[in-house]
Each structure stands twice: as structure tokens, then as C-alpha cells.
T-cell receptor, first 109, second 113 residues
Framework: ELKVEQNPLFLSMQEGKNYTIYCNYS?????LYWYRQDPGKSLESLFV?????AVKQEGRLMASLDTKARLSTLHITAAVHDLSATYFC?????????FGKGTRLHILP | DTGVSQDPRHKITKRGQNVTFRCDPI?????LYWYRQTLGQGPEFLTY????????KSRLLSDRFSAERPKGSFSTLEIQRTEQGDSAMYLC???????????FGSGTRLTVV
């Protein structure tokens, strides 16, 4: 059974700092997704990573995928308050996407 | 293309009552998924359809839950004899090409009192 683990689950950081969220998964997959969720809202797609070594960047966020290590990272550069949200890693397995528990990110001004 | 629509946005019901939620996917999307999300957790897969065929149901989906997608368009999720543990956000998502992930609706928040 595919399991997706994120760490940390909670992260409080200051504006301007850099940090990385890690996502490990338990079975082979080369399709990985990152979503953002604001409180009380639905999920917004951030990145779709479809091959080993894939790297995608959007603004201050950069995501990468290492399928051999079964690891994806979401790197935040020079964080700003607007990035405060919960970030979910999700992996395709058996024709459906399995989500991690999410990383709740709080950026202090 | 107005995205994935879910109705209602919020539902408060008494324990033991039946509730039904509706999801209208993006029109050209042939796959439709239902997930449940409780506070502080990630979405949990419930079931999915390809066109009108229900292809998989999670073991989380007890016999009190039923989902349909008549004619391969909108879908309904019904919960019979609701329990307090059913309180959650119910998310619908759709996709055309599964590789590119899903588009989620705004969700239906169910509170069972």
C-alpha cells in the first residue's frame, strides 16, 4: 500500500529565510504532485513532476523529484507571509492520487 | 469552463439523517474522484469513476456511503444514517489526463450534530 510521508508537519519561519519540505513515499512512482491549501479552502495545484530529476519552479517555490530515492522536495526561497498555507505532497499509485498529511507553514512577518 | 462545482458548500445535519452531495466536474473530464478530509489531515481517497463506471471504492467507504455518476456527467455522494464521525470536508475532483493531476472543487463541509 502506497504511503506518503511529509516532514516537517508544522513549520514556523521568518520572512526572508529559506527552507525545504520533504516528501518520502513508499512504493515506486514517477508521478508526484504538490498542492497548496489555504484555511477553509480547497486544494490548488502547484507542481506536477512526471519524471526522475524533474525540477519545476514558480516564484519563490521550487519542487524536485528523485524517483530512485522516492523523495521530493519543496524549497522555499526568501519566504514571504503570503506563502503561509498548508502544502500537500501527493503521489500517483494504482490510478489514484494518495496524499501526505500536509505541512502547515506559518511565515512570521 | 467554470471548474469543478460542488453543492452545497456547507451542510449541518442531525445524526441519523441522510445527506446527498453533488459534484459537477469540468465538462470534458472523464474521471471524477471523491475524497474526504478531516481537520489537520490530508485528503483520503473514497471512490472514483471513469465516465459512468465506478472503478474503485476505498475500504473507508462503508455501506452507508454510495456514489453515482449517471451518464458520466455529474456525480452524487450519499451518506445514509449519518454519524458524528462523518463530519468532514468532502472534496470532489476531476481529470482528463491523469498524469497531470486533478482539479478540485471547493468542497462540501459536513457537520453532523
Amino acid at each position: 500500500e502506497l504511503k506518503v510521508e511529509q516532514n516537517p508537519l508544522f513549520l514556523s519561519m521568518q520572512e526572508g529565510k529559506n527552507y525545504t519540505i520533504y516528501c518520502n513515499y513508499s512504493t515506486t512512482s514517477d508521478r508526484l504532485y504538490w498542492y497548496r491549501q489555504d484555511p477553509g479552502k480547497s486544494l490548488e495545484s502547484l507542481f506536477v513532476l512526471l519524471s526522475n530529476g524533474a525540477v519545476k519552479q514558480e516564484g519563490r517555490l521550487m519542487a524536485s523529484l528523485d524517483t530512485k530515492a522516492r523523495l521530493s522536495t519543496l524549497h522555499i526561497t526568501a519566504a514571504v507571509h503570503d506563502l503561509s498555507a498548508t502544502y500537500f505532497c501527493a503521489v500517483m499509485g494504482d490510478d489514484k492520487i494518495i496524499f501526505g498529511k500536509g505541512t502547515r507553514l506559518h511565515i512570521l512577518p | 469552463d467554470t471548474g469543478v462545482s460542488q453543492d452545497p458548500r456547507h451542510k449541518i445535519t442531525k445524526r441519523g439523517q441522510n445527506v446527498t452531495f453533488r459534484c459537477d466536474p469540468i465538462s470534458e473530464h472523464n474521471r471524477l474522484y471523491w475524497y474526504r478530509q478531516t481537520l489537520g489531515q490530508g485528503p483520503e481517497f473514497l471512490t472514483y469513476f471513469q465516465n459512468e463506471a465506478q472503478l474503485e471504492k476505498s475500504r473507508l467507504l462503508s455501506d452507508r456511503f454510495s456514489a453515482e455518476r449517471p451518464k458520466g456527467s455529474f456525480s452524487t455522494l450519499e451518506i445514509q444514517r449519518t454519524e458524528q464521525g462523518d463530519s468532514a470536508m468532502y472534496l470532489c475532483a476531476s481529470s482528463l489526463i491523469i498524469n497531470y493531476g486533478y482539479t478540485f472543487g471547493s468542497g462540501t463541509r459536513l457537520t453532523v450534530v
